[in-house]
């Protein structure tokens, strides 16, 4: 049922009639609330060097805006996985009110049995750690996971124009000043529905596109892969500050020394990257989560009698790049490959 542009029921075709490469298969992982989508790509050459990749999307986000990363990377030699949570994609659907008080935890259970999934899979293959590779509200779930220690998972980590550790009320802000009437039509036209920033192609675009992407792609990604209706209670749990840099960093594999002699302890443990026409996640606020990072790893060096390598090591430890003409959906604009590229180099 809709009404005044807003849905109220779920959808059960989200993301199946989405073009995919002939390499990206569907599957599921078993939970006990139900079935969680995840896209696959096996790369067509073993190459045990390689880490998994685990791709998570945002808020109205689902897996199928990694297809294009699923393709690029595996075809690389990276085993490569997209998931979608509960209520996103052709995950396991939730009714209306069970979805607007779902917290950050119960969607961090999600991204844990993804991650333990895939792990488990390439256990024995002698691969390094999987790398979970976030967006958006799934870079608060990851940090958020790191930092209260759910899983035992990375020694790195990629954060796509992420919700930053310390909050997101800039982040909001930012939205009610791309869109001044936001808050009027979202409690007086659409009675408090939270796809009400998002209930036209051209809200869509302006919040997650940059202004050259075509129509035709923005259309696709709001009929084919957002959700109806989003939890509320994920992204308020976000606007104070909801996890530890420092638990972030211990968490990315941050050697005591990090200027050791191996090579491996010498590799960035953190890359951010930002859009740089990110009207949200602006690169202001991706910078200030990378300095807080930084700060982070900084502080961990001090503790483990590393003085002299906190001065050096720092900023290598926490990469930044900005993709200039991507607006917020990084891998999902018409500059996904750059963002791509980026994250290759990372991974190298």
């Known amino acids: 049922m809709s009404l005044f542009n807003v849905q109220w029921s779920p959808r059960k075709d ?29 790369p067509p050459h073993h190459d045990a060097s390689k880490p998994p990749l685990l791709f998570i999307h945002g808020g109205f986000g689902a897996a199928t805006e990694y297809r294009f990363f699923l393709e690029y990377f595996s075809s690389r030699g990276y085993p490569s996985y997209a998931l979608s949570v509960r209520g996103h994609g052709n995950s396991y659907s939730v009714g209306f009110w069970k ?11 999600d991204v844990t049995a993804g991650i333990r999934h895939v792990i488990d899979k390439h256990r024995f293959e002698g691969r390094p750690d999987i790398v979970p590779v976030a967006h958006s509200a799934g870079g608060a779930l990851l940090q958020y996971i790191l930092s209260e220690g759910l899983y035992s998972i990375p020694r790195r980590i990629g954060l796509l124009g992420v919700i930053p550790c310390y909050g997101s009320v800039g982040v909001y802000w930012n939205w009610v000043k791309l869109d001044p009437i936001y808050p009027l039509r979202m409690y007086l036209l659409h009675f408090g529905h939270p796809r009400s920033p998002l209930s036209s192609t051209r809200l869509v675009k302006q919040a997650f596109f940059c202004d050259e992407c075509p129509d035709e792609r923005v259309r696709e990604f709001e009929t084919q892969e957002m959700p109806p ?41 953190v890359l951010v990257i930002a859009g740089g026409k990110d009207v949200l996640m602006k690169p202001g606020v991706m910078a200030k989560l990378v300095g807080l990072l930084r700060a982070a790893v900084r502080l961990v060096l001090v503790s483990a009698g590393s003085e002299g390598d906190a001065q050096e090591g720092v900023k290598d430890a926490v990469e930044f790049r900005v993709v200039q003409g991507s607006g917020h959906q990084l891998m999902n604009d018409i500059h996904w490959k750059e963002c791509a590229e980026n994250l290759l180099k990372f991974l190298q």
């Open 229 to 269: 209706y989003e939890s509320m209670a994920w992204p308020l749990a976000t606007f104070g500050m909801f996890a530890d840099p420092e638990k972030i960093v211990r968490a990315a594999g941050l050697p005591a020394r990090y200027g050791g002699k191996s090579e491996v302890d010498l590799r960035p443990r």
């Open 14 to 42: 989200l993301g199946l009639h989405i073009k995919l490469h002939p390499s990206v298969f569907r599957t599921h992982i078993n939970t006990p609330g139900g079935h969680l989508e995840l896209l696959c790509a096996t």
């Open 99 to 109: 979805m607007l008080f779902t917290s950050q935890h119960q969607m961090a259970l």
